[in-house]
């Protein structure tokens, strides 16, 4: 994997994401890591989980495998959060790998 994955550590259970979520911006999309967290930017305001959801069906896509597999284990009222994706391979999770690599690799805004 790629220098600069802090964001992922590996559990018995699967794949541990550290997340840094953006709601309310105008498009969802990946943008890259900082400061050891993937930071995901999402449409949906961060109202009744829905910005949440919206950070599943997106990291779902770009793994490639079922919402169903994916959990947000702490931070589900946080931008910073930790998503378990369960029985993933490292096939799998390095298609996150090939994304970053055209990702700016230090996203602006959000200094909070």
């Keep these: 994997m790629a220098e600069g994955e802090g964001f992922l550590r590996w559990s018995p259970d699967g794949a541990l994401l550290d997340v840094r979520l953006r709601p309310g911006s105008s498009r969802s999309a990946l943008l890259g890591v900082q400061d050891g967290r993937l930071v995901i930017a999402v449409h949906s305001p961060p109202q009744q989980g829905r910005a949440n959801r919206e950070a599943l069906r997106l990291l779902s896509r770009l793994v490639r495998v079922p ?41 602006s805004g959000d200094r909070r």
């Design 67 to 107: 919402p169903s597999r994916m959990e947000i284990t702490s931070g589900q009222n946080s931008r910073n959060k930790t998503v378990l994706v369960r029985g993933v391979s490292e096939s799998e999770i390095a298609m996150l790998s090939s994304l970053l690599e055209g990702a700016d690799p230090h996203p």
